[in-house]
């Protein structure tokens, strides 16, 4: 069974960093694209970051570009997300997101998800 | 970027009703085109792909329609448990965006 896993929200600190997770189990986790996609409260679903199953191509929604870096380490079954300079405008429920092979095999999967308030 | 709207923002309809949801691309998407719904306080769940192939397990009385910059998620004999939000989503082109949802709720 595809499991995918977020960890590491919580409070972060306007202008501060966080890291979040994302464990994949059930399938071979390096072959597939990983993204990140988040919620904040009552708002509609944004696509936040993506990154190609060998990890040389990155991918970044202009709200995020220059302060948050994705990456992955397969040796682990692991996507990172870094977030750096954080504001108000980025506390949202943060999911990883798996994208199945083909060109239309987006978002197949779904973490729970992981809250991250930023207060100042 | 590529803007995405959906019409209407939300609808209210009978258990046995057809529910009709558009979504519009601000360019051309080919058929790049995916649909989620989101039960409240649920993971979003994708429902179909490629505009109108159906995810495994979805039940057949969702389909989906259209390409280029014009699509529609139909609902046929709307059941309760459909309640939810419905977003679109276009994936032709970096930065991937969704559509600002449409709430289905029941009359």
């Known amino acids: 069974e595809v499991q995918l896993l977020e960890s590491g929200g919580g409070l972060g600190l306007r202008g501060g960093p966080l890291r979040l997770s994302c464990v994949g189990s059930?399938?071979?986790?390096?072959?597939?694209?990983m993204n990140w996609v988040r919620q904040a409260p009552g708002k509609r679903l944004e696509w936040v970051s993506a990154?190609?199953?060998?990890?040389?191509?990155?991918y970044y929604a202009d709200s995020v570009k220059g302060r948050f870096t994705i990456s992955r380490d397969d040796s682990r079954n692991t996507l990172y997300l870094h977030m750096n300079n954080l504001s108000a405008e980025d506390t949202a429920v943060y999911y990883c997101?798996?994208?199945?092979?083909?060109?239309?095999?987006?978002?197949?999967?779904w973490g729970p998800g992981t809250l991250v308030p930023v207060s100042s | 970027d590529i803007q995405m709207t959906q019409s209407p923002s939300a609808v209210s309809a009978s258990v046995g009703d057809t529910v009709t949801i558009a979504c519009r691309a601000s360019?051309?998407?080919?058929?790049?085109l995916a649909w989620f719904q989101q039960k409240p306080g649920k993971v979003p769940k994708r429902l179909i792909y490629?505009?109108?192939r159906l995810q495994d397990g979805v039940p057949s009385r969702f389909s989906g329609s259209g390409s280029g910059t014009e699509f529609t998620l139909t609902i046929t004999s709307l059941q309760p448990e459909d309640l939810a939000t419905y977003y679109c989503?276009?994936?032709?082109?970096?930065?991937?965006?969704f559509g600002p949802g449409t709430k289905v709720d029941l009359k």
């Open positions: 997101a798996r994208n199945d092979h083909g060109d239309y095999g987006v978002f197949d999967y």
């Open positions: 059930g399938f071979l986790f390096r072959n597939y694209p």
């Open positions: 990154i190609s199953y060998i990890g040389g191509d990155t």
């Open positions: 360019e051309d998407i080919n058929t790049f």
């Open positions: 490629a505009t109108y």
């Open positions: 989503l276009q994936h032709r082109h970096y930065p991937f965006t």
